[in-house]
């Protein structure tokens, strides 16, 4: 069974850093990309970050770009989000997604729980 | 890329047949995916390419269009289908989602 189980989620003051995991089970990791998606309390989605399956090539939403860094660890199917500078923004329950492809076309198929990061003083 | 949804709220029975759609700021051939959400629960996909099922999910779902212009379609609404639906633009980056459409019951 594929599984995704994100971690690291916690109440920070603004301006501090954080860092989230996912780690995976149940499919090859080195062999798909794979994104960040957070969701502000009552809001909608948001896309934060996305990953190749090797790490060379890495996407940043406007709103997090210079702020956050995505990363991964094949050697131990883990996948990363440091986050820096945080603002009270940045409050969102965080998803770690499994990128999926067919017929030419990428996805999001398969989601973790999510992690809560709550940026307050 | 800015993707829009209408309507934003949908009031429907069970047995309805419902429609989404989806527009994006500019061209992205066949690049887009539809999500169901639930209350508390991680979103779930229906639909990639525009147009193709996810394995698993029922027929009564489907998706079309292209370019531009994209419908996300519920021949039949069931008792939990009740959810918050989004579109994705999986052309370019920076990734996008549509703000959402929620489907409560009539």
């Known amino acids: 069974e594929v599984q995704l189980v994100e971690s690291g989620g916690a109440l920070v003051q603004p301006g501090r850093s954080l860092r989230l995991s996912c780690v995976v089970a149940g499919f090859t990791f080195e062999d798909y990309g794979m994104h960040w998606v957070r969701q502000g309390p009552g809001k909608g989605l948001e896309w934060v970050s996305g990953i190749s399956w090797n790490g060379g090539s890495t996407g940043y939403a406007d709103s997090v770009k210079g702020r956050f860094t995505i990363s991964r660890d094949n050697a131990k199917n883990s996948l990363y989000l440091q986050m820096n500078s945080l603002r009270p923004e940045d409050t969102a329950l965080y998803y770690c997604a499994k990128d999926g492809y067919g017929n030419h076309y990428h996805y999001m198929g398969v989601w973790g729980k999510g992690t809560t990061v709550t940026v307050s003083s | 890329i800015q993707l829009t949804q209408s309507p934003s709220f949908l009031s429907a029975s069970v047995g309805d047949r419902v429609t989404i759609t989806c527009r994006a700021s500019?061209?992205?051939?066949?690049?887009l995916a539809w999500y169901q959400q639930k209350p508390g629960r991680a979103p779930i996909l229906l639909i990639y390419?525009?147009?193709t099922l996810q394995r698993g999910v029922p027929s009564r779902f489907s998706g079309s269009g292209s370019g531009r212009e994209f419908t996300l379609t519920i021949s039949s609404l069931q008792p939990e289908d009740f959810a918050t639906y989004y579109c994705q633009q999986l052309d370019t980056y920076p990734l996008t989602f549509g703000p959402g459409t929620k489907v409560e019951i009539k």
């Open positions: 390419g525009a147009s």
């Open positions: 500019q061209g992205i051939d066949s690049y």
